[in-house]
């Protein structure tokens, strides 16, 4: 079994609280934010064992903490992590990430690559987490400056757990031995140093110095979302549809359905392919019991009813497409939307006037393994899945990125597989960090010592 109190809350459940606050920050004044880590801030930071524990008294506030390379250096921590992605950082990487906008396009604290560090500030309103702020804040004065902050918010109402395209999100996220207590159909166990440093099957679990057991690496991205462009683009290509026997606005959304894999509701499209079936969305015990194969005489390699090849469930999971036997890319995911709605004007003029979308966090114990894979060696690949009928079922159509150019799916319009769909994307990046999230101990030795 995992040790909980050694492992920040954020890494394998995720704070899951209606609001949360990422600050970023430089460090000016090591020394001190040492003492102050130590002493102050240390107590307020949440670890997994907290979190699970339904008798503990809960803090208003959740606090979590990471550290990019510069920071950590300049805490006087070089030992070798052996992550070169997280030591050259985000920014010199955007390049290969194939990232739609250009680094000095980002949001600018990002773009600067001044990041030492990230509080991720979580709770029930935002009154508690600008407490929590202004007290963390004023013990480090000067100590630390701000580089950029990001408010996320799940959305509310109705759409309470989409994204902003409208999507039920938070469904599938992999089982962790020696930690979940439960498995769901469908729901991949895997080890877990494949999101923890220094555990079984982090590939270098036995070369990391000993103070990495039990922290994990931290991508974020701020991935904004450009959601009444998204909704007219699928209109425009439904009208041109020859399929009667839907509205347009069903094409529309069966679309949609089929660029994610799933329904709005969250219902996987390889269990109802053709209309939605809600109630199988929020059901653990059905909404991950899949695997895109199905009996005889279907064929994996060629039929694309149930579910395109390049659906983005199915590049960053590819389930039997590669045997069901792929546990070592699989990343704990923990973000959460932020910007607020789209407003009338904006669907009016179908543009975005206000900036929304997802900050993303994903967890693993290395990210060329984990973030890194997804997005290059999945996302991004063109010929991935491989092995199919068409060789090239192309760009994941929600994040996969071409630099500047248009990305191309196929297999999404269910009339006719062979005609790609091109586009430019409606996810564009504005920046990221790559972070390390250390074991409670770690925090106190080396990091504060
Ligand atoms: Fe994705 N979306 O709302 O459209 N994602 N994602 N993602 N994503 C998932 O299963 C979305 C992004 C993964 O096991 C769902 O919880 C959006 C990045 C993985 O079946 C939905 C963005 C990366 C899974 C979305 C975005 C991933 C997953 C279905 C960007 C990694 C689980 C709900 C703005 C590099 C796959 C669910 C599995 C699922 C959306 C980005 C990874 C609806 C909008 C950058 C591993």
Known sequence: FLP??????????????PKQLFFFYNI??????????AKLIYPHITTTSQLICTTCPQPKALLNVAWTS??????????NNLDPFFNMGQVPDANALGDDNPPQNWVP???MDKTDGVFLIASKDWAPIDTL????????????????????AHRTGIW????HFGFLDGISQPAVAGFATSIFPGQSLILPGTILTGEIGDPF????????KWGSFLAFRQLQQFVPEFDNYLLHEASAIPDGSRTVQERADLLGARMIGRWKSGTPTDLAPDFDIPSIGPDFNLNNDFDFDHPAPFNLAADQSFCPFSAHIRKIRPRADQGNSNFANQIMRAGIPYGDDVTDVEW?????????????VSYQSDISSGYRFQQVAWANDVNFVGGKIDPTPGFDPIFGQNGAGPIFSSGIDYTDPNHDLTFMSFVLSRGGEYLYSPSMSAILNPVAA
């Open 109 to 111: 604290g990002l773009y």
């Open 70 to 79: 510069k920071g950590l250096n300049k805490l006087n921590v070089f030992d």
């Open 133 to 152: 702020l202004a007290q963390i804040l004023s013990w480090l004065g000067t100590s630390i400056v701000e580089v950029h902050r990001l408010k996320g």
């Open 28 to 37: 000016q004044d090591p020394k001190k934010f040492k003492q102050v880590l």
């Open 4 to 17: 909980l109190d050694e492992i920040q809350g954020d890494i394998l459940i995720g704070m899951k609280k």
């Open 348 to 360: 009016d003029s179908n543009t975005t006037k206000y900036e929304r979308g997802l900050a993303f």
């Open 205 to 212: 679990e036995f070369s990391r110095p000993s103070w990495m």
């Open 160 to 163: 309470e757990g989409h994204e």
